[in-house]
């Protein structure tokens, strides 16, 4: 009988420590990188991706599923720029930020406590999430356009025109 209590007594240990060493977010398995799904109408627009410091972080095309790292450092959350391009259309940048999770939150109230909140989660990540998995974009066709084709004409706003080329303009008359 002895036996059976100490076995009892070793495995309640076993759980507290276990429930002081570790924290909610971690627990839950948010740590480690996210999953961002990026889609463009029409598909197989060129996707950028940076983060804060400008490294590029990835180069393909639509659609696209990209993992990313939500943790820059200890309390600090990643921030990423997703750069969407395709000929013939307007560039669009959409800014995708990190913040802080519900589970390391709430859930280290009920689980982990000072040692969630203050070491593992900041540590692992798994605090932070994006703040969306998902960019579908519609691009809109440029209101400039483009000359493809040598030799063809196009209208074009004087406005648009790079300084550096107005000199080369030549006048046509308006007979």
């Given at each position: 009988?002895?036996?059976?209590?100490?076995?009892?007594?070793?495995?309640?240990?076993?759980l507290l420590v276990l429930t002081i060493l570790v924290?909610?977010?971690?627990?839950?398995?948010?740590?480690?990188?996210?999953?961002?799904?990026?889609?463009?109408?029409?598909?197989?627009?060129?996707?950028?991706?940076?983060?804060?410091?400008?490294?590029?972080?990835?180069?393909?095309?639509?659609?696209?599923?990209?993992?990313?790292?939500?943790?820059?450092?200890?309390?600090?959350?990643?921030?990423?720029?997703?750069?969407?391009?395709?000929?013939?259309?307007?560039?669009?940048?959409?800014?995708?930020?990190?913040?802080?999770?519900?589970?390391?939150?709430?859930?280290?109230?009920?689980?982990?406590?000072?040692?969630?909140?203050?070491?593992?989660?900041?540590?692992?990540?798994?605090?932070?999430?994006?703040?969306t998995n998902e960019v579908n974009v519609t691009l809109?066709?440029?209101?400039?356009?483009?000359?493809?084709?040598?030799?063809?004409?196009?209208?074009?706003?004087?406005?648009?025109?790079?300084?550096?080329?107005?000199?080369?303009?030549?006048?046509?008359?308006?007979?």
């Amino acid at each position: 009988m002895k036996n059976r209590s100490l076995s009892v007594s070793k495995i309640l240990v076993s759980l507290l420590v276990l429930t002081i060493l570790v924290s909610c977010a971690t627990i839950v398995g948010k740590g480690g990188p996210e999953t961002l799904n990026v889609r463009s109408a029409p598909d197989q627009a060129n996707v950028a991706i940076t983060d804060e410091s400008g490294t590029k972080i990835f180069e393909g095309k639509t659609p696209t599923v990209v993992s990313l790292e939500k943790k820059k450092g200890y309390f600090s959350g990643k921030k990423y720029n997703v750069k969407i391009s395709l000929t013939d259309y307007a560039e669009q940048n959409i800014t995708i930020d990190t913040r802080v999770g519900g589970w390391y939150i709430g859930g280290n109230l009920l689980f982990g406590g000072l040692i969630g909140w203050l070491i593992v989660d900041p540590a692992t990540g798994a605090m932070w999430t994006l703040d969306t998995n998902e960019v579908n974009v519609t691009l809109e066709a440029s209101k400039h356009g483009s000359l493809k084709e040598p030799g063809k004409a196009g209208i074009v706003l004087l406005q648009d025109v790079p300084l550096s080329l107005r000199d080369k303009m030549v006048k046509v008359s308006q007979e």
